[in-house]
Nanobody
Framework: QVHLVESGGGLVQAGGSLRLSCTASENIFNFNDMSWYRQAPGTQRELVAMINVGGRTEYADSVQGRFTISRQGAENTIYLQMNNLKVEDTAVYFC?????????WGQGTQVTVSS
């Protein structure tokens, strides 16, 4: 069974930066794609960024140009570099790994951006 462990969340002022990490228990190239989602209180979970096995990336419009998803295969880890953070980026951020229709989720890491 795949396990994903996120880290790197915390409290930061608006305009600041954070880098999230997600380490998988197996080779990340086994997955069709890996993604970061987020969920703020009272809202649905939304896709933030995705990287597929070929390296193609996609971003939500709200984070385009501010967030960057990347990976380090040797460490079975993906990252989310978040720059110029805004108060509305406050949420629990979840890592996701997908193989066909099977999705695995991490436990989530809290990101709080203060004004």
């Amino acid at each position: 069974q795949v396990h994903l462990v996120e880290s790197g969340g915390g409290l930061v002022q608006a305009g600041g930066s954070l880098r999230l990490s997600c380490t998988a228990s197996e080779n990340i190239f086994n997955f069709n794609d890996m993604s970061w989602y987020r969920q703020a209180p009272g809202t649905q979970r939304e896709l933030v960024a995705m990287i597929n096995v070929g390296g193609r990336t996609e971003y939500a419009d709200s984070v385009q140009g501010r967030f960057t998803i990347s990976r380090q295969g040797a460490e079975n880890t993906i990252y989310l570099q978040m720059n110029n953070l805004k108060v509305e980026d406050t949420a629990v951020y979840f890592c996701n790994a997908r193989i066909l229709r099977r999705n695995t989720w991490g436990q989530g890491t809290q990101v709080t951006v203060s004004s």
